[in-house]
């Protein structure tokens, strides 16, 4: 099966930009969605798609796609976006039936 | 507003059967156009999935627990379920339910998303 490559950490000054990037095969066929986790909550949508973020979620959040990588972007960090991060899509390989998910990026916010 | 509720046992002896309900609400698994999805997280650890049933009760299960994994529906009460049998320590973990939507260009699916999740119930396999 394929797999979702994430970088384990990642840290960015309070106020900048951080990417967070995500890398598979399957990511030629689908395009990544991104999930924000915070302790002790269940993960929330935070990108889907190309660049569609669900109702509710700050326009500081952005997405990207090239080849078989995807990017989180996120704008002017904020204390509050220190989470775990992970993306995740159908495996391209076999039946494209699998879920796969990334290991998760842990983000701190200095 | 859909929502997703786990319940179920919060403690399970080894070698017996895990057995999970997601309970849907603000939406029916009926409508079709979605997959129901289990997805599990171990201690500290990151996001597995475990398998998704259709409405129409067609699954597909994680090949690594296939052999374990049973997903039902129950359209009336518009709920679906979970059994893992043979659990062992190892299957310690927060058992999540999601909706998986997805979308086409062109009549081709190319983006998956899980844009509604339950809380998470935390199972404990210990004798």
């Known amino acids: 099966s394929s797999e979702l490559t994430q970088d384990p950490a990642v840290s960015v000054a309070l106020g900048q930009t951080v990417r967070i990037t995500c890398q598979g095969d399957?990511?030629?066929?689908?395009?990544a969605s991104w999930y924000q986790q915070k302790p002790g909550q269940a993960p929330v949508l935070v990108i889907y798609?190309?660049?569609n973020r669900p109702s509710g979620i700050p326009d500081r959040f952005s997405g990207s796609s090239s080849g078989n990588t995807a990017s989180l972007t996120i704008t002017g960090a904020q204390a509050e976006d220190e989470a775990d991060y992970y993306c995740?899509?159908?495996?391209?390989?076999?039946?494209?039936?699998?879920?796969?998910f990334g290991g998760g990026t842990k983000l701190t916010v200095l | 507003q859909v929502q997703l509720q786990e319940s179920g046992p919060g403690l399970v002896k080894p070698s017996q059967t895990l057995s999970l309900t997601c309970t849907v609400s603000g939406g029916s698994i009926s409508s079709g156009g979605y997959y129901w999805s289990w997805i599990r997280q171990h201690p500290g650890k990151g996001l597995e999935w475990i398998g998704y049933?259709?409405?129409?009760?067609?699954?597909y299960y994680n090949p690594s627990l296939k052999s374990r994994v049973t997903i039902s529906v129950d359209t009336s009460k518009n709920q679906f379920s979970l059994k893992l049998s043979s659990v062992t320590a190892a299957d310690t973990a927060v058992y999540y339910c999601?909706?998986?939507?997805?979308?086409?260009?062109?009549?081709?699916?190319?983006?998956?998303?899980?844009?509604?999740w339950g809380q998470g119930t935390l199972v404990t396999v210990s004798s």
């Open positions: 798609g190309k660049n």
């Open positions: 399957s990511l030629r066929s689908y395009y």
């Open positions: 049933i259709y409405y129409s009760g067609s699954t």
């Open positions: 995740n899509s159908r495996d391209s390989s076999g039946n494209h039936r699998d879920v796969v």
């Open positions: 999601a909706r998986e939507h997805h979308t086409t260009i062109f009549g081709v699916v190319i983006i998956y998303y899980f844009d509604y």
